[in-house]
């Protein structure tokens, strides 16, 4: 038996490839199938199953597409009853995959009503776990993401679920789909993946015995939930066409009607953007900040370098639905008149030590918890968005922009210089540094 992991690190997620004596069983595919059967016709493996462990609230499945492309049988939660043909999984009704190979569905509702969970058994031996958005490494899948309505109630599942899979035997490897760097882990999963036993000796989740502290531990502290996972489960539920090709028209002006997605690197958009354009630098996670910061599935046009290669954009793009991409603007000319400063630690830090000086956090609200600057104004950076400028700021004075890294904070300056804002970038540090570098400077 081989397991060949694929990692999505934009979205926090993995998908599975198994293969067993010339079958294979895909888990939780992703949307652009390419790299998923390529691996399968490598090693030559006839893919047998898609499986799916719930209606997936991060991405848009590919699981439907890959059964419809390959004959592989598509099996989903018993309770999903999406809109399209597939093989209803039951809690411990086994599916024969033939020559040994048998998969178990588990009923492990928590992170979703219908979430199932899948023991592959060896000649009768439990020897993997697919466990989904249920059991995750160091951490569970969260309750809340269906509405403050079901969450205390489907954390008690949660509860129950990852305890009936806790008590599997201690040999048995452990594959989530959701990961470090999902929104749909409660507390930050940790590592990829684990096994039965480290799972029991460590994860602080299994250490809460009661049902209602462990639903309060779950819902103490809610991350905040992207803006495009209200369009995940429906899409899921009905189906989606398979991901068009990447073809991306090279503009020499941004179509009416667009909205403008500048993914050159910061040092770039800094010198010029397009006006009322969102500057979104080309990293694993742009999909995911694209699809919670602008309107669903309007058109885009993407502002690139002249030798910058916007394929992974797009893909990432389509993977959450959105194939609304018009087109690719690489020469600004003389329109690039949005601006903003960037500056590094000690720059920072001595303009906020200027009199006057305005400070704008970025973070989310539990990083704040763990660090914060005093005099700071507080807005997350999608609160930025649907709620505007906090009024405490002035657009006559520059507003010194910080998150944990620069990364949010460039997108938030790109946004502050549209409505007339003089915004500064801390980049290639975050909050924690400034404040250690304050504390050293009143120190001394």
Request: contains cysteine; proline residues 9%.
């Amino acid at each position: 038996m081989e397991i060949i992991s694929f990692r999505t690190p934009g979205l926090g997620d993995q998908t599975y490839l198994l293969t067993y004596e010339g079958r294979g069983v895909l888990v939780d595919p992703q949307r652009d199938l390419g790299r998923f059967l390529d691996a399968a016709a490598e090693r030559d493996v006839e893919l047998r199953f898609v499986l799916e462990t719930h209606l997936h609230n991060d991405y848009v499945s590919g699981g439907e597409q890959a059964a419809l492309r390959t004959g592989a049988e598509l099996v989903l939660p018993a309770a999903a009853a999406p809109a399209y043909r597939h093989t209803p999984a039951f809690h411990l009704e086994d599916i024969e995959g033939g020559a040994g190979l048998t998969l178990r569905p588990i009923h492990t509702p928590g992170h979703t009503p219908e979430h199932t969970s899948y023991l592959v058994l060896i000649d009768g031996e439990p020897a993997a776990l697919f466990s989904g958005g249920s059991l995750l490494v160091g951490s569970a899948g969260r309750p809340d993401l269906l509405g403050p309505e079901r969450a205390r109630s489907l954390a008690r599942l949660q509860h129950l679920s990852l305890r009936r899979l806790a008590a599997l035997p201690p040999e048995v490897g452990l594959y989530p789909t959701h990961g470090e760097g999902s929104f749909c882990s409660a507390t930050g999963a940790g590592r990829l993946t684990s096994s039965i036993a480290a799972e029991r000796a460590g994860n602080p989740m299994l250490a809460v015995d009661d049902p209602e502290e462990f639903a309060d531990t779950l819902l103490e502290a809610p991350a905040p939930i992207p803006a495009f996972y209200r369009y995940m489960g429906p899409a899921n539920t009905l189906g989606v066409p398979p991901m068009p090709p990447v073809r991306v028209p090279e503009l020499d002006a941004v179509p009416e009607g667009s909205h403008v997605v500048d993914l050159r690197p910061r040092q770039a958009q800094a010198r010029g953007m397009l006006p009322g354009s969102v500057g979104i630098e080309l990293r694993d996670d742009f999909g995911s900040w694209a699809g919670w910061l602008l309107p669903y599935a309007e058109p885009i046009t993407l502002v690139a370098e002249p030798d910058q290669d916007v394929t992974e954009a797009v893909t990432q793009l389509a993977q959450i639905g959105i194939d609304t991409v018009r087109g690719v603007v690489r020469d600004l000319g003389r329109d690039a008149t949005q601006t903003y400063e960037l500056a590094d630690l000690d720059g920072f830090v001595k303009r906020l030590a200027q009199p006057g000086a305005q400070l704008l956090d970025v973070r989310m609200p539990s990083e704040r918890e763990r660090v914060r600057l005093p005099g700071a104004v507080e807005r997350f950076l999608p609160d930025l968005f649907t709620r505007g400028v906090p009024g405490e700021l002035d657009p006559e004075r520059p507003v010194l922009v910080a998150c944990a890294s620069g990364r949010r904070a460039a997108i938030a300056a790109g946004f502050l210089a549209g409505q007339g804002y003089r915004p500064l970038v801390l980049t290639g540090a975050g909050v924690a540094e400034v404040a250690a570098a304050v504390e050293r400077h009143t120190a001394a």
